[in-house]
């Protein structure tokens, strides 16, 4: 929702250029006839609105609310101003600084004035005036000139949508023919908003919350993700022996098992070597032998 000013001084009582007046009862009138539910005054850039550009095209900004008050002598017309991203852009940029009113002298016939409408302008300050012209419904023309010009201070705005002022910029640029207009570079002042001991407490105590949820998130990630680069190391195995008899019990078994078995071949090889040998008289005689055996030849 868009923020709305306080209090502007828009008109002044006094004398126009062309030697006319706007008189205080006009002031007066304008303060206690004007209501935005029977016809809103809008804020016009250098009072344009009949062609549809980027410039002429658009309101900018919206006036909700007015009053007529004396001040320093002289009974003033005040309006409380509702300005959009186009008319915070212009002033931000030292353009756009003075107001000048749109006066309706005889408002649908009532013979009151009435504001029917509120331009933002960069008129010289020499003559301080600016021209404003509205139609009748006799479709003639009427022309009202006034030398108040004011001063408008809108630096309580400046807290602006990075968006919409993009927008502005963009729109500045087709206005200027192509020219892209200079980006501030100053920043916004944060806008100051009063807080109480309970308020503050409940803020830092809420962040404090926030920060150690994260704190505690974040710390277990990075032990959850070091525990993991951690090989374990393998457990010891305990060393298996073999099971049964050691080598040396097994010879001493075999030993004690062919030791018999030697023994025995041994024997036997002491009888086969005993048999082999020729014993006296053992040998054949010569009866059947062929006494001559050269008859057979």
Do not use: C
């Amino acid at each position: 929702m868009s923020k709305t000013s306080d209090w502007n001084i828009v008109a002044t009582e006094g004398a126009t250029v062309d030697g006319r007046q706007i008189s205080a009862a006009q002031i007066k009138e304008m303060g206690e006839s004007y209501s935005p539910a029977l016809y809103g005054a809008l804020i016009w850039p250098e009072h344009f609105r009949s062609h549809w550009n980027v410039f002429e095209g658009n309101n900018w900004g919206e006036v909700p609310q007015v009053k007529a008050e004396k001040r320093a002598g002289k009974l003033r017309l005040l309006a409380k101003i509702t300005p959009n991203e186009l008319l915070l852009s212009a002033n931000k940029k030292g353009q756009k600084l003075y107001t000048s009113i749109e006066m309706h002298p005889d408002f649908q016939g009532t013979g009151r004035a009435y504001l029917i409408g509120l331009a933002v302008t960069d008129s010289p300050a020499s003559t301080g005036t600016t021209r404003l012209k509205f139609s009748r419904q006799a479709g003639e023309t009427q022309e009202i000139e006034t030398d108040s010009l004011e001063l408008i201070d809108l630096s309580e705005f400046y807290s602006v949508n990075p968006l919409a002022q993009a927008l502005a910029t963009i729109a500045s640029y087709f206005q200027s023919g192509g020219e892209l207009p200079e980006i501030p570079t100053e920043q916004p002042e944060p806008e100051e908003t009063e807080v109480t001991e309970a308020q503050l407490k409940a803020a830092l105590k809420e962040q404090f919350g926030v920060l150690k949820d994260d704190l505690k998130t974040e710390l277990k990630d990075e032990l959850k993700q070091e525990f993991s680069k951690q090989e374990p190391e393998p457990e010891p195995k305990p060393e298996v022996k073999p099971e049964g008899t050691t080598v040396e019990q097994f010879s001493a078994t075999l030993e004690e098992k062919l030791n018999p078995l030697l023994e025995k071949v041994s024997a036997l090889e002491t009888k086969f070597n005993a048999l082999s040998q020729e014993v006296p008289g053992q040998e054949p005689g010569g009866e059947g032998a062929a006494e001559d055996i050269s008859n057979f030849v």
